[in-house]
């Protein structure tokens, strides 16, 4: 039998972190300093003692996986991400739109029977308007009835809902109409060229308003400083205050390769020591988001399994051909079977659960 609870003092080498193991301990919420102070403090294995501690409160030793699929319907982008690798401008020669029927008939191929969950982000297209969407959606749930529909970046519905000439809550009533479910969080970046933080946060919130859940996420590991990570958090926190919206947060680690953010800037690769940090913090700052995620895309199978013990408790999904990552040099498979995520769990000490995008449990 696995104990669920951690005597935290033993772990807890830097004396800087033991008021704020008080604070775990009466369930307290942590400020902005306590957020400085986890950044700054070497003593991981301490940080990670009061997430995990954290994560066996709210979870035990639950661990949930959902099987999905990635899919972007354009790579044509005329905004401009000094991270992103992905893009493609009108005219180039690697440019792609999919239609509804493409994507439909790509859901049908068999290596994709049993996916609950579709996922797709793309780039800024300006040809595509709300019609699209509305045609696209119709589709998908027209052929596959029990499909959940989990579409757009915040950033991605303000552009569209731009590009239609609509507002946005027209753009996502119509969107929802048609059948989209839910958001997934991306397009938050900390980084030049992006929306500002109020575009995404009003989106959200208009999102959880409508009773359309989202996911939110932080690309680290670029420019940005710690005061940035802990207002990006804290920011997420009050948002989920006053929405209750968020079901799950993704540290997002910086891929360094063909993208001009790279170029520039002496940047290197995330350690495991960052992306175990990334978690960790998460978990304590994040006090009413109930799920973290340890993203095996860009931090990779074993580090994600590690992550489990640092206070996350989803390693996310089968994903089946994750592209955008992967374009910025992630090294990770593209997908990962349902029975490998279940043993990746399963040797790190948890318990696999399948669940659908608001985590609803599979027998």
Not at 279 to 307: S, T
Not at 327 to 356: H, M, V, Y
């Amino acid at each position: 039998m696995v104990a669920l609870s951690l005597p935290l003092d033993r772990y807890i080498q830097d004396p800087r972190l033991l008021p704020i193991a008080d604070k775990v301990r009466r369930q307290e919420r942590l400020s902005f300093e306590d957020g400085l102070t986890l950044y700054e403090s070497p003593d991981l294995t301490g940080i990670g003692a009061m997430a995990h501690s954290v994560r066996l409160r709210l979870h035990g030793l639950k661990t949930y996986y959902v099987v999905s699929r990635r899919m972007s319907y354009t790579n044509i982008c005329v905004t401009h991400c000094q991270f992103c690798a992905f893009q493609a401008k009108p005219g180039d020669p690697k440019a792609y739109v999919l239609s509804a029927d493409a994507i439909v008939a790509e859901m049908a191929k068999p290596e994709n029977a049993g996916v609950r969950e579709l996922h797709m982000v793309a780039g800024h297209y300006p040809k595509l308007k709300i019609e699209y969407f509305e045609d696209l959606f119709r589709k998908l749930k027209a052929s596959f009835p029990d499909l959940h529909l989990k579409v757009f970046t915040m950033v991605e519905m303000d552009y569209y809902a731009r590009a239609s000439g609509i507002p946005v809550e027209a753009f996502l009533d119509r969107c929802v109409a048609a059948g989209l479910e839910s958001c997934p969080g991306g397009g938050a970046e900390i980084c030049i060229g992006k929306k500002d933080a109020k575009v995404w946060l009003d989106v959200a919130e208009l999102c959880h308003r409508k009773g359309i859940p989202t996911n939110c996420t932080m690309l680290y590991g670029h420019i940005e400083e710690p005061r940035h990570r802990v207002d990006h958090l804290l920011r997420l926190r009050a948002l989920q205050d006053r929405t209750g919206g968020f079901l799950a947060y993704i540290p997002l680690a910086y891929q360094i390769e063909d993208n001009e953010l790279g170029r520039q800037y002496p940047i290197h690769e995330t350690t495991g020591h960052q992306d175990l940090r990334e978690v960790a913090v998460a978990r304590l700052l994040l006090d009413n988001i109930p799920h973290i995620k340890a993203y095996w895309v860009m931090i990779g199978e074993g580090l994600a399994q590690i992550g489990l013990s640092y206070g996350a408790d989803d390693l996310d999904g089968t994903i089946i051909e994750e592209t955008i990552a992967h374009d910025a040099g992630a090294t990770t498979p593209q997908a990962l079977s349902k029975g490998e995520l279940q043993r990746l769990i399963s040797q790190a000490g948890f318990e696999p659960l399948e669940r659908d995008n608001v985590y609803k449990i599979y027998a």
